[in-house]
């Protein structure tokens, strides 16, 4: 789960429901602020280039393994699936949450029963 730049890319839950999906970032410490979301041409890119500022002289750490301060992820959307327009994101506790849905046609439609005459 490393960047080719050795930092840590911070884990992604991505879930699928009859509705939508689901994608779940997990970026603890950070704010809504840090993050940068766009959909170019069905891919979806979430990125963060957060600065954070350390003092060599005033570190204190044994180990530290903190290091969300730049990252980038991306994802492609399936065509002709989801609704680009309706896509929401919020950050909350820690998590990135962002809901895709899905557009009327390409949603499961459930079992019905055809009475035959």
Known sequence: ???T??????????????????????????????????????????????QEHVNKEEENYTRREFSYQSF????????NVVDEDRIRARYENGILLLSIPKLEQAREKTPRMIEIS
């Not at 840590?8 to 779940?24: A, Q």
């Open 72 to 79: 980038q992820r991306s994802f492609v959307l399936p065509k």
């Open 5 to 50: 730049t050795s930092t840590t890319l911070p884990s992604v839950n991505i879930k699928e429901t009859d509705e939508n999906y689901e994608v779940e970032v997990a970026a603890p410490g950070m704010s809504k602020d840090d993050f940068k979301v766009t959909l170019d041409n069905g891919q979806l890119l979430i990125s963060s280039s957060k």
């Open 1 to 3: 789960n490393f960047s």
